[in-house]
């Protein structure tokens, strides 16, 4: 089976062959760090590390590479308002970035590189492209020449005529006069009074936003990447504008696939989730009352190029979901430990699984189409639950399907541990409540029953025995 993915630059799915076998080379746009994330962003990052995840569980060795953007007109605003030098705020938005995306169990990338490390590098890239005449410089600012490159907006399908209209309406009379074309975009940028700036050849200045990622991509990952992700709204200018310079600078292809995850919506009208529009959600705050797993499960279960609404009723819906989940790994867990070992073969189940991982397969191969791959999850659940309903079955088919619902829970980055000790005194008071019973001591058992229901556990006396389950 060939997993195929939708390329955004030729806007078809294509079958994904790596440029090196067994192996992928991967780079996604990070976060600005002058603020705390919204769940937008963390939508696109867990696309990406549900897409990695995939990648790996089908045997490849991924080199995945996120950067973080620390020098930027945002991150120097927030400074000046938060009274820090441009590192510290960037050093305090990192550290909140790993630390929240850490709680809903998002794999750190290969290499996370910062802006502020790759400084010489993005002046020796710039340069290159001077001297090859793809860039030049305008009052201390370095300029890509957007003709000079044929493919300008084959990306975005956009005709340069559109783009040329687009930057005029866009562009204050200075910054037009300081251009050759309305579309150029600056590599270099003039400091001014009081930011943070380096010596260059051209003058004290910083990077322009978008030949970071080249620079940073190509030193880690070579002139040539397999998959170049990120949100729907870098396709243009951002990805645009990668794709000229680094082109520009090496004459090879830059990324063989493009993909973009779509926008988290909010509110009736489908409004795009984002801080300037003041409608977000900070991912640290929707942790503070909601369940990990369930964050997880809500932005990272929607096929990534779909638009993801966030409402009651989809958060509702995720906290069903996972709670069904949480329930059969419970009781597989007690079956488990309380069914005899026994090491037979069973063939039936074996070929029951491999036609469920065929379908599996079948639906993530297709462009990573988590919703899919969902659907046969919960059709294995239903299996199980089925399963752990019948008076015998031997532990080798439980553990075979327990293992296979944990690995496959594991690309989506949903992990789950109860809690050893609770259980250990829930499982004593049933013992406790069935010796009752055995005694026709029906007083004391029913208080037991009562006590763990006031606790939120409910009992389920079955041919099987006592089951229980948590309910909210």
Same mark, same amino acid.
């Given at each position: &089976?060939?997993?195929?993915?939708?390329?955004?630059?030729?806007?078809?799915?294509?079958?994904?062959?790596?440029?090196?076998?067994?192996?992928?080379? &991967?780079?996604?746009?990070?976060?600005?760090?002058?603020?705390?994330?919204?769940?937008?962003?963390?939508?696109?990052?867990?696309?990406?590390?549900?897409?990695?995840?995939?990648?790996?569980?089908?045997?490849?060795?991924?080199?995945?590479?996120?950067?973080?953007?620390?020098?930027?007109?945002?991150?120097?605003?927030?400074?000046?308002?938060?009274?820090?030098?441009?590192?510290?705020?960037?050093?305090?938005?990192?550290?909140?970035?790993?630390?929240?995306?850490? #709680?809903?169990?998002?794999?750190?990338?290969?290499?996370?590189?910062?802006?502020?490390?790759?400084?010489?590098?993005?002046?020796?890239?710039?340069?290159?492209?001077?001297? #090859?005449?793809?860039?030049?410089?305008?009052? =201390?600012?370095?300029?890509?020449?957007?003709?000079?490159?044929?493919?300008?907006?084959?990306?975005?399908?956009?005709?340069?005529? +559109?783009?040329?209209?687009?930057?005029?309406?866009?562009? /204050?009379? +200075?910054?037009? !006069?300081?251009?050759?074309?309305?579309? /150029?975009?600056?590599?270099?940028?003039?400091?001014?009074?009081?930011?943070?700036?380096?010596?260059?050849?051209?003058?004290?200045?910083?990077?322009?936003?978008?030949?970071?990622?080249?620079?940073?991509?190509?030193?880690?990952?070579?002139?040539?990447? /397999?998959?170049?992700?990120?949100? #729907?709204?870098? !396709?243009?200018?951002?990805?645009?504008?990668?794709?000229? #310079?680094?082109?520009?600078?090496?004459?090879?292809?830059?990324?063989?696939?493009? &993909?973009?995850? =779509?926008?988290?919506?909010?509110?009736?009208?489908?409004?795009?989730?984002?801080?300037?529009?003041?409608?977000?959600?900070?991912?640290?705050?929707?942790?503070?009352?909601?369940?990990? &797993?369930?964050?997880?499960?809500?932005? =990272?279960?929607?096929?990534?190029?779909?638009?993801?609404?966030?409402?009651?009723?989809?958060?509702?819906?995720?906290?069903?979901?996972?709670?069904?989940?949480?329930?059969?790994? *419970? *009781?597989?867990?007690?079956?488990?430990?309380?069914?005899?070992?026994?090491?037979?073969?069973?063939?039936?189940?074996?070929?029951?699984?491999?036609?469920y991982e065929a379908r599996f397969q079948d639906a993530m191969d297709d462009d990573f189409n988590a919703a899919n791959g969902m659907t046969v999850i919960f059709e294995l659940i239903k299996y199980i639950n089925h399963q752990l309903e019948? +008076?015998?079955?031997?532990?080798?088919?439980?553990?075979?399907l327990q293992d296979k619902l944990v690995n496959w829970l594991d690309i989506f980055g949903l992990i789950f541990g109860l809690d050893e000790e609770i259980d250990t005194d829930i499982e004593a008071l049933i013992e406790e409540r069935n010796?009752?019973?055995?005694? *026709?001591?029906?007083?004391?058992?029913?208080?037991?029953?009562?006590?763990?229901?006031?606790?939120?556990?409910?009992? /389920?006396?079955?041919?099987?025995?006592?089951?229980?389950?948590?309910?909210?």
């Open positions: &089976m060939t997993i195929e993915i939708y390329n955004s630059l030729t806007r078809k799915k294509e079958p994904f062959i790596p440029i090196e076998e067994g192996k992928v080379k &991967m780079y996604v746009c990070g976060p600005t760090v002058y603020n705390y994330i919204h769940i937008g962003n963390a939508r696109s990052t867990v696309a990406f590390d549900t897409i990695r995840r995939y990648l790996e569980y089908r045997g490849y060795q991924v080199n995945y590479v996120s950067n973080f953007t620390d020098v930027d007109d945002k991150i120097i605003k927030a400074a000046q308002e938060e009274n820090l030098t441009t590192k510290e705020v960037a050093d305090k938005y990192i550290a909140a970035f790993h630390e929240d995306t850490s #709680q809903i169990n998002v794999k750190k990338a290969t290499t996370h590189p910062r802006v502020i490390d790759h400084i010489q590098e993005i002046i020796d890239f710039v340069q290159s492209l001077i001297e #090859q005449d793809y860039a030049y410089v305008s009052e =201390g600012d370095v300029y890509f020449r957007t003709a000079a490159f044929d493919k300008y907006g084959e990306l975005s399908g956009q005709s340069i005529e +559109e783009l040329r209209e687009g930057a005029s309406q866009r562009l /204050d009379e +200075e910054e037009l !006069a300081r251009k050759e074309n309305p579309i /150029d975009f600056a590599l270099w940028k003039t400091a001014k009074d009081g930011e943070i700036s380096w010596d260059s050849p051209w003058g004290k200045g910083r990077p322009g936003w978008h030949i970071e990622c080249s620079v940073m991509s190509m030193k880690y990952l070579g002139n040539n990447l /397999d998959i170049h992700g990120g949100g #729907q709204d870098l !396709a243009f200018p951002h990805h645009e504008n990668e794709i000229a #310079q680094s082109e520009g600078h090496s004459h090879e292809v830059f990324a063989n696939y493009w &993909m973009h995850n =779509g926008f988290v919506t909010f509110g009736g009208d489908g409004e795009k989730m984002s801080k300037s529009l003041g409608n977000f959600i900070l991912l640290r705050d929707l942790l503070k009352e909601t369940d990990p &797993m369930v964050v997880r499960y809500l932005l =990272g279960t929607v096929h990534y190029r779909r638009p993801l609404r966030y409402d009651v009723d989809a958060l509702n819906n995720a906290k069903t979901n996972i709670q069904k989940i949480k329930e059969v790994l *419970r *009781r597989l867990k007690i079956r488990i430990k309380k069914t005899s070992s026994q090491t037979i073969e069973d063939t039936e189940i074996s070929s029951l699984l491999s036609d019948q +008076e015998n079955v031997s532990q080798t088919t439980l553990n075979l010796q009752a019973r055995s005694n *026709r001591d029906f007083q004391r058992a029913d208080e037991i029953r009562d006590h763990l229901r006031e606790s939120g556990i409910l009992l /389920d006396d079955t041919p099987q025995g006592t089951t229980w389950k948590r309910v909210e």
